[in-house]
């Protein structure tokens, strides 16, 4: 009998829960026959959702957890005093060797908190950055950090892409993984303090694959695997990429819609271009894993439907499988030595 890769899901966090929380688990448990899925929330609300499908209740299972960490509530002091939050329950599961891994929607904060304060950090990684998958011309590249470590001092940000590049070769399956650092220009002169302080460091990294600076247009090209800065940017990359992205989606289809021509066009294309949106659908990557943990953390968008939380919890899959945590521990203490 193969061994199951077990994933606790915070079923009550995120703008969708435990609606949508439960349906995108019970569409990745009827995905692999590996894996089982822990839905740690309010038993009696997740049942209800649960009995609008059918399952095999072998592979998901419902821990209870009566209380909720709400959004606005200050991060520590939530994990501290709430220990019987979904949030918490399903982290210790992952801490207490239950659970290979967590998924949550809900609060960043408390899951950034809980991420270190519960699961813990491996021993030599400074800080656990978030590091989501972006759609690119050219497929994926991982933006590494996102919205965790807001000042980061330069030696963060070479582990973030020592961590990242590791992240792109055995999950993503690139060779030799391109990573650049955001800048505001190509030339190594320009940045502010933090990009001059990491720009030679990781220029000598013998690790990494560093080819200089990125700038945010070049993003989308696929320009580099893995993009490296401090959370305050990374996080105004993320959410622009996100909000151009449905916007013009948006702006196309009502384009095609404005007259007989234009939809007559539409039908033409629309197999060709439902395609070609499919790949810059940030969904389909799952949410972005918090690296350098001593367990794996996913945290989705609050905003989450189920294809994207179906698809964090597979994602927990891969990266099991890959040992990635193994692999980003023996990468982080092989550079102490």
């Known amino acids: 009998m193969q061994e199951l890769i077990k994933v606790a899901v915070d079923a009550m966090g995120g703008d969708h829960a435990p609606l949508e929380i439960v349906k995108g688990a019970v569409e990745a448990a009827g995905r692999r026959d590996d894996l089982k899925v822990f839905l740690v929330g309010q038993e009696k609300a997740?049942?209800?959702?649960?009995q609008k499908y059918q399952y095999d209740s072998s592979r998901i299972e419902v821990v209870n957890?009566?209380?909720i960490i709400q959004m606005a509530e200050p991060p520590v002091q939530a994990i501290r005093t709430k220990k019987d939050s979904s949030i918490v329950v399903a982290m210790k599961m992952v801490k207490n060797g239950e659970a290979d891994a967590f998924v949550g929607a809900g609060s960043t904060g408390a899951v950034l908190v809980g991420g270190q304060l519960i699961v813990g950090r491996i021993k030599g990684v400074e800080r656990p950055p978030l590091a989501p998958l972006l759609p690119t011309e050219k497929g994926a590249s991982l933006l590494i950090d996102c919205?965790?470590?807001?000042d980061a001092r330069s030696s963060h940000l070479v582990q973030f892409a020592k961590m990242g590049s590791i992240y792109m070769e055995h999950v993503m399956g690139i060779s030799n993984p391109k990573v650049a650092i955001v800048n505001i220009g190509a030339e190594e002169e320009k940045g502010n303090a933090l990009v001059k302080e990491t720009f030679p460091l990781l220029k000598e990294c013998k690790?990494?694959?560093f080819i200089g600076s990125i700038e945010a247009r070049d993003i989308p090209s696929g320009y580099a695997?893995?993009?490296v800065c401090e959370a305050f940017a990374g996080?105004?990359?993320?959410?622009?990429?996100?909000?151009v992205g449905k916007t013009l989606i948006?702006?196309?289809?009502k384009g095609m819609l404005t007259s007989l021509r234009s939809k007559i066009g539409a039908l033409l294309v629309k197999p060709a271009l439902k395609q070609t949106l499919k790949r810059?659908?940030?969904s389909q990557y799952g949410g972005a894993p918090l690296l350098g943990l001593k367990g794996l953390v996913i945290k989705t968008h609050g905003s989450s439907k189920s294809a994207e939380i179906c698809n964090s919890i597979l994602q927990c899959v891969t990266f099991t499988e890959q040992r990635m945590n193994e692999k980003i521990k023996a990468g982080i203490q092989a550079e102490e030595k």
């Open 250 to 253: 948006s702006m196309v289809k």
């Open 65 to 67: 957890a009566a209380e």
């Open 207 to 209: 690790e990494i694959n």
């Open 46 to 50: 997740v049942r209800a959702e649960l």
């Open 235 to 243: 996080n105004i990359i993320l959410k622009l990429y996100e909000g």
């Open 280 to 282: 810059f659908d940030t």
């Open 147 to 150: 919205g965790a470590n807001v």
């Open 225 to 227: 695997d893995v993009i």
